[in-house]
């Protein structure tokens, strides 16, 4: 199948201004639907999870719209951006309060890749981390294919995800984090792909490509 006839649903969570994710994708010769309905998700050759915004309202969101089960039992190849991306862990603590390391406040997630999203610690560099940083990877895999190491990305947050063993790149302010994540058929990135320029638009034909 050629890209351009690609059935690429964009899930409508809500909480996040599509546009810019759209115009990516139609820069590349796709015509991406978006949409929240069960039967364009399911029925969709790959699906973006776009976020933007605070974990409470995105989940909320997603509960609110019947897409928790769609999204967990999604069989073809998935990619979240930013806020989208830190949904597929397993919870966020963004509405911690306490510093006991408890529980309480968590905000559980879809519990697809593993790892808790946790506010960055930055020492004295400022947060929200905001601008262009570098990914490193040493890894062969198809969405990396063609974007070396040391490549800059645009990212705007301050929670993130831990390094864990389903990490495909990571990033390094203040401390190492998730840059880009995947397991099985879900993939993750921190940055925006959609305002990365080349190395951004790659990283999208190669999920196109799987």
Not at 9 to 18: F, K
Not at 122 to 132: I, S
């Amino acid at each position: 199948m050629g890209l351009s006839k690609q059935n690429l649903v964009i899930i409508d969570t809500g909480c996040a201004n599509l546009a810019s994710v759209r115009m990516a994708f139609e820069r590349l010769g796709v015509q991406p639907q978006v949409s929240c309905q069960a039967a364009d998700i399911e029925q969709a050759d790959k699906l973006i999870l776009p976020g933007v915004g605070t974990a409470v309202a995105a989940m909320k969101n997603l509960n609110e719209r019947g897409l928790v089960p769609l999204i967990r039992a999604a069989k073809q190849p998935l990619l979240g951006f930013c806020l989208g991306m830190q949904m597929l862990a397993q919870a966020s603590e963004e509405t911690m309060s306490g510093s006991d390391g408890s529980d309480e406040g968590l905000i559980e997630g879809l519990g697809i890749v593993p790892g808790r999203i946790r506010l960055m610690e930055v020492g004295n560099l400022r947060l929200p981390h905001m601008g262009w940083n570098q990914i490193e990877h040493d890894e062969t895999h198809p969405l990396l294919k063609g974007i070396r190491s040391g490549s800059y990305f645009y990212f705007v947050h301050s929670y993130a995800l831990e390094v864990t063993e389903a990490t495909l790149a990571t990033c390094d302010y203040g401390q190492p984090f998730t840059a880009i994540v995947g397991r099985d058929n879900f993939f993750g990135a921190q940055f925006h792909p959609e305002r990365s320029g080349s190395a951004g638009a790659r990283l999208l034909q190669n999920f196109l490509e799987l």
